[in-house]
């Protein structure tokens, strides 16, 4: 019956997903991987609720990705998944080299300013990562990643109204280990892995992994030859694991990532307009025709590029007790940026901006694990989390005014501090009250306090100094929420589980990081957003373990979206609760042996996102602020369809080793870029293809591996920066085009 369903799924819907919800029984090891002779697939255990669970038993709508599979996708950043997970967006972010934006079933950060929180959760090491800076993670030390699909209000840290991705690295044990790898392109890519780990005693082992990454980007000035779009980074992580008993163990991690890369271009997609305040609107640049060459300007220079300290430390403390288990998490994260972005990507002043952060976080998280070993398991909890965010930004605009054609000087200064307070307590509870059915409830409460101070300063050259001005002001706020969970569900046999849920999600209010007039200040602080979703889903499993998959089918429920929208004047950037939306989906993941050595895998996604209001008096006719080209008829970053199907074959050759070829294909429908529903800043639908080949040596010691990325250099935009009432902005980014690369590895 499940080798049926799967089939027809496979049929109908471009099928499976790469590595989605069951993996090979071996876990990768700096020795190789045994995947090539798996006869059967074991479920990967997940921590989705916080304990180690079989991804089968859990009423949660979770994708895990271990070593292989993220080698298979040829993924060396965390927005390498981008395909692999249904109703997932995730890209690097608004043209910065060090940035992520996501977005998980149309739920994710509408605006890359640090006064906005995101809406997917990112942690690594269980530890939260409060920034969509820095959150673009080289994964180079990597046991396993996984994405939970939904609000995630119970367990999961500050703000998880789209879902969550947990990243976990991995940790020295007993074994001595290693493995050296050096990685060859074009664009100039030139890449190091290393990873070792050994034991010094019975109770201590420790382990180093570090990166170096180089390429020399692919966009460039037409006239200078100058480069962009490239990645410079350099990063470290250092493990210490101590087991001094069987009743105590800890895990000490340091990590320290350098990055110093050149700009992050785009096309400016619309004309760009300059306001000449006697000639009326000027043309600077007129809007660009055919395909994206990946040719770009910028005006600032070669010294002006973008540059991050990422580091910080966690310590997880783990004692066992018979039934009860403590668990204390803690982290300490410093990150500092100092980025230029040329949000028009030309040669004109018109959004040139610097931003410059230095963010501080320190969390403290305490768990009271319970597992009477039969029928009953709960998870109690205490969360803390300070941040502190000082920013420094100015914003360059020499182009964008003129007087009877003569350009008019323009700066714009922002000094602003963040100060969070977050304060949860939680728990969740797994009851088997009868046999093959369980309840699992959960409530959580979360306080939270923002102090936020903004200044913000005009300069304009002669002779218009009298417009120069400094708005100011300082703002404080708390809110609270109560988020419950419940889902029962139903294990019809061994290989067949099914299971409803509902889930409630929270994100605070906060303050608009853009208010540059009297006018903004005045509204500044805007309220939080709050999701309710509904699913009910199967998992399923052949009874020879050489079929798994899974579908879910979900309503969520989103209300007071936090909108940053663009207003009437250069200076005007509004922040409104504006809508409220129903987002619908059905989500189908799996994979399967076929064969000897055949593996298929894929996933297929449909999701009906749409608003059921959205007050902006930019979109009613009869409002003064009447904007015929704003439309709100679609979510941004929410494709109706989405897919992946990949398959790889190994041949076994004897004294020779094994190889491995591998290709895989994903689609995406329509996509919006912007809230506004700017034309220009539509992606229409796209398929982009993978095609990789592996040798490993009979003992897993050497591996050689080559593959190409985009094969059918499709040229696609993945995100957009929509400042339209500022010389008519609207600049698209976009991804990688064709590459190829090859590598050499050795296990020691």
């Known amino acids: 019956m499940q080798r049926t369903h799967l089939s027809l799924a496979v049929g109908v819907a471009l099928a499976l997903s790469g590595t989605a919800l069951a993996q090979d029984t071996p876990q990768a090891t700096a020795a190789g991987s045994d995947r090539p002779s798996a006869q059967t697939l074991d479920t990967i255990t997940v921590t989705a609720r916080r304990r180690e669970e079989s991804a089968q038993d859990v009423p949660v709508a979770v994708t895990a990705f271990d070593q292989d599979d993220l080698r298979e996708l040829q993924a060396n950043n965390v927005d390498g998944l981008q395909g692999a997970v249904p109703n997932l967006n995730i890209v690097q972010g608004r043209g910065s080299s060090n940035s992520v934006n996501v977005f998980i079933r149309g739920i994710g950060q509408p605006d890359a300013l640090q006064t906005f929180d995101p809406g997917v959760g990112m942690y690594v090491d269980d530890v939260y990562y409060s920034r969509i800076n820095g959150a673009l993670f080289s994964l180079f030390d990597i046991q396993q990643v996984e994405v939970l699909r939904g609000p995630q209000g119970t367990l999961y840290g500050k703000n998880s109204t789209g879902g969550a991705i947990k990243v976990t690295t991995r940790t020295p044990g007993q074994e001595r280990e290693g493995a050296v790898e050096l990685t060859v392109g074009d664009h100039g890519r030139l890449e190091q892995r290393f990873y070792g780990a050994m034991p010094f005693s019975d109770t201590v082992s420790a382990s180093l992994a570090a990166v170096n990454t180089d390429n020399d980007g692919y966009v460039r000035d037409p006239d ?191 000094a602003d ?90 994100k605070s209010g906060g303050f608009n990081g853009r208010a540059n007039n009297a006018a903004e200040v005045a509204n500044a602080e805007f309220d939080p957003e709050t999701v309710w979703t509904y699913e009910a889903g199967l ?48 989500e189908f993941e799996g994979v399967a042996l076929l064969g000897q050595g055949t593996r298929l895998s894929g996933q297929v996604s449909w999701l009906d996102a749409s608003y059921d209001r959205f007050d902006d008096p930019r979109t009613d006719p009869a409002s003064p602020f009447y904007n015929p080209s704003v439309s709100h008829a679609h979510v941004p970053f929410s494709p109706e369809w989405s897919a992946r199907i990949a398959l790889t074959q190994s041949f076994y050759i004897g004294d020779a080793g094994v190889l491995t ?87 020691f």
């Open 539 to 586: 998992k399923f499993a052949s009874a020879n373990r050489r079929l798994q998959g899974g579908v879910a089918a979900f309503r969520s429920e989103y209300k007071d979206f936090q909108a940053r929208v663009a207003g009437e004047t250069p200076s005007d950037f509004p922040v409104i609760n504006a809508a409220a939306l129903t987002i619908d989906g059905v």
């Open 661 to 747: 070829v591998g290709a895989d294909a994903s689609y995406r429908d329509d996509t919006w870029l912007s809230v506004d529903n700017r034309d220009v800043l539509k992606q229409d639908a796209y398929t982009v293809y993978g095609l990789f080949g592996v040798w490993d040596s009979p003992d897993y010691r050497w591996q050689v591996r080559a593959g190409v990325r985009n094969l059918t250099d499709e040229v696609y935009k993945t995100d957009g920066q929509e400042f339209s009432n500022v010389a008519n902005i609207q600049t698209a980014y976009y991804a990688w085009p064709r590459n190829y690369y090859a590598s050499v590895r050795y296990n």
């Open 224 to 414: 200078t030859g100058r480069r962009f779009n490239e990645d410079d980074t350099r990063a470290a992580r250092l493990k210490l694991a101590v087991t001094p008993s069987d009743d105590f163990s800890a895990v000490f991690s340091v990590d320290y990532t350098r990055q110093n890369n050149a700009l992050t271009l785009g096309r400016p997609e619309a004309p760009l307009i300059q306001t000449d305040l006697a000639l009326g609107n000027v043309v600077l640049l007129p809007a660009p025709t055919g395909e994206y060459d990946f040719r770009s300007r910028t005006s600032f220079g070669p010294d002006q590029g973008q540059e991050l300290t990422h580091k910080g430390g966690s310590a997880t403390l783990t004692w066992n007790g018979g039934d009860w288990t403590f668990k204390s998490i803690t982290g300490y994260r410093r990150l500092e940026t100092a980025s230029f972005i040329d949000i028009d990507a030309s040669e004109y002043e018109l959004g040139d901006v610097f931003v410059g952060l230095n963010q501080r976080q320190v969390s403290q998280e305490l768990q009271l694990q319970f597992d009477n070993g039969s029928n009953f398991q709960g998870v109690y909890g205490l969360y803390y989390l300070n941040e502190v965010v000082p920013s420094e930004q100015i914003a360059f605009g020499d182009d964008i005014f003129a007087f009877a054609g003569a350009p008019l000087a323009f700066r714009r200064t922002i």
């Open 417 to 506: 501090h963040l100060d969070t307070e977050s304060y949860a307590a939680f728990v969740h509870t797994t009851w088997e009250f009868v046999p093959t059915w369980t309840l699992s409830t959960g409530l959580r409460y979360t306080s939270e306090t923002k102090d936020y101070a903004r200044t913000t300063s005009t300069f304009w050259g002669a002779p218009f100094e009298s417009l120069d001005e400094t708005v100011a002001f300082e703002a404080r706020g708390s809110w609270d929420a109560w988020t419950p969970s419940i889902s029962l569900q139903k294990a019809f046999s061994d290989e067949l589980m099914g299971y409803v849920s509902a889930n409630r999600g929270f």
